[in-house]
């Protein structure tokens, strides 16, 4: 157990639904964030929370919706989604910015979108 | 375009051999570097950092070799196992906890 948990493990939605991913971390950590993992494509950062600050917008679409409502959790809201947006989405966190580079990452939300 | 890339996409070793996987980066400004190994179903786990003022870093049964000349960073797994078999993921820092990583490079150890 990685202490950050991301539920739901698995999501199939519709391009007209709204969903969220719920992300949970156990480790007292100040910073957040969301990764995309596309196939045969690198890890791609999201958005970073510090402190429930975001602090970090890496020109994700408008149909993906950040929520941190405190350090332990955040959210990641969905609405008009693409198939093209299929992926595992990943959460992270750390003590807080800046650090090494060491993050936690949680299991991830396999989406799919139909 | 993305600054760190995988030289290998697929790495296969037998059970007690040696592995090396390889990476290079373009960004002379990062401070940190690390490895991360991704099983299937899972999410990536942390393995070793180094700091770009080093050229070596040991951990258990891992080896990071950093060549800032070349801009070259290299992952060595000693006495590989067959637990050892993931996508490995280098990434850089850039100071502020931002990674870019490459795209990975996935490991098959056989028994």
């Known amino acids: 157990e990685t202490g950050v948990t991301q539920t739901p493990r698995h999501l199939v939605m519709g391009m007209t639904n709204k969903k969220s991913l719920k992300c949970e971390q156990h480790?007292?950590?100040?910073?957040m964030y969301w990764y995309k993992q596309s196939a045969k494509k690198p890890l791609e950062l999201m958005f970073v929370?510090?402190?429930?600050?975001?602090?970090e917008n890496n020109s994700v679409p408008s149909r993906f919706s950040p929520e941190c409502p405190n350090s332990s959790h955040l959210f990641l809201h969905l609405h008009t989604l693409q198939p093209e947006d299929s992926a595992l989405y990943l959460c992270?966190?750390?003590?807080?910015?800046?650090?090494?580079?060491?993050?936690?990452f949680g299991e991830g939300s396999r989406l799919t979108v139909l | 375009g993305e600054s760190v890339g995988l030289h290998l996409p697929t790495l296969s070793v037998q059970e007690g051999d040696n592995s090396i996987i390889n990476c290079a980066y373009s960004?002379?400004?990062?401070?940190?570097f690390i490895w991360y190994k991704q099983e299937s179903g899972k999410g990536p786990q942390f393995i070793i950092d180094?700091?770009?003022?080093?050229d070596k870093r040991q951990g258990q049964r891992v080896t990071v070799l950093l060549n800032k000349t070349v801009k070259h960073l290299s992952l060595q797994i000693a006495a590989t196992q067959p637990g050892d078999s993931a996508v490995y993921f280098c990434a850089e820092n850039t100071g502020y906890s931002t990674l870019t990583f490459g795209k990975g490079t996935m490991l098959l150890v056989s028994p």
């Open positions: 480790l007292g950590h100040n910073a």
């Open positions: 929370y510090n402190f429930k600050e975001q602090t």
């Open positions: 992270a966190s750390s003590p807080g910015q800046p650090n090494t580079g060491e993050l936690f």
């Open positions: 180094i700091r770009s003022n080093m």
């Open positions: 960004n002379s400004a990062s401070d940190y």
